[in-house]
């Protein structure tokens, strides 16, 4: 196979893996979570990940080895494999080595991202990538960057790109209140995505602080610790706006 040899050289920096159904993609998922991230999200939950250097060294050919291990159970359940992080287009030779070879088997990918990065996915890597689960962290730029530490336009213009390659996408968007409540902001990231028709739902993803203890672990002050979890009154209405635009939102 073309390009075999030279994608079972490439070896990145793993974190950690885990099956999971209904949560990162569908049906039942291979989840590969690789280390190291570009952004400081306020609320994020994996600190363990933030650093290349907190991951182990892995292989394409390491991985995909373990992958096939669970390919017909996954392949029966509907489901694939999912690229996660940390941020996976840190890694962007070990992820579309990795995607290619989940091809060759079969497998549905899905490549969980913020975007920040999406210049880095060429245009091989995106066509093994059946599906994007992209994480739009706020919608005003200022916000986006007091939240996360980087800029929104990368994201932003990731997602028109998929939009015309035509690859399925996913929006995810974690309610934060007195971050990402604003109903403004809210519908002006409605109404950009509704623009795009690659868009086949939104997943609006309450804030929780379950990851607190890794902080702690790590010697880490939890910025968000005092922020509480958003109602279900708040995460209803912003549910609705989303479907105002219609957009699948849940």
């Known amino acids: 196979m073309p390009g075999r040899s030279s994608e079972a050289a490439v070896t990145g920096r793993v974190h950690s893996w885990d099956l999971s159904t209904g949560v990162d993609g569908p049906g039942t998922r291979y989840v590969l979570f690789t280390s190291g991230c570009p952004l400081r ?21 390491e991985v995909a080895a373990d992958i096939g291990r669970y390919r017909t159970f996954l392949t029966v359940a509907g489901g694939g494999v999912t690229v996660s992080g ?17 091809k ?27 599906l994007v689960l992209l994480d739009i962290k706020a919608f005003d730029a200022a916000v986006y960057r007091g939240l996360t ?22 929006i995810r968007y974690v309610l934060v209140p007195g ?3 604003d109903m403004d902001a809210v519908d002006g990231l409605a109404a950009f995505a509704a623009g795009l028709d690659c868009v086949e739902r939104v997943d609006v993803l309450p804030f929780h602080r379950l990851g607190a203890p890794k902080y702690e672990a790590l010697g880490i002050p939890f910025p968000l610790r005092d922020t509480p979890a ?3 009154e708040l995460i209803a209405r912003v549910t609705a706006r989303f479907r105002a635009h219609g957009l699948r939102a849940d």
């Open 86 to 102: 940390g941020e996976p287009l840190l890694q962007p030779r070990f992820t579309a080595g990795l995607f290619r070879r989940c």
């Open 104 to 130: 060759e088997m079969g497998l549905h990918t899905a490549l969980d991202t913020s975007g920040y990065l999406g210049a880095r996915a060429d245009d091989a890597l995106l066509a093994d990538t059946d």
């Open 230 to 232: 958003p109602s279900a």
């Open 41 to 61: 999200c306020l609320y994020c939950q994996n600190p363990d990940t933030w650093h290349l250097r907190d991951g182990r060294p892995a292989g394409v050919d």
């Open 179 to 181: 971050w990402t409540d």
């Open 149 to 170: 530490g980087g800029a929104l336009a990368p994201t932003l213009s990731f997602a028109t790109r998929l939009n015309r390659l035509g690859i399925a996408t996913w």
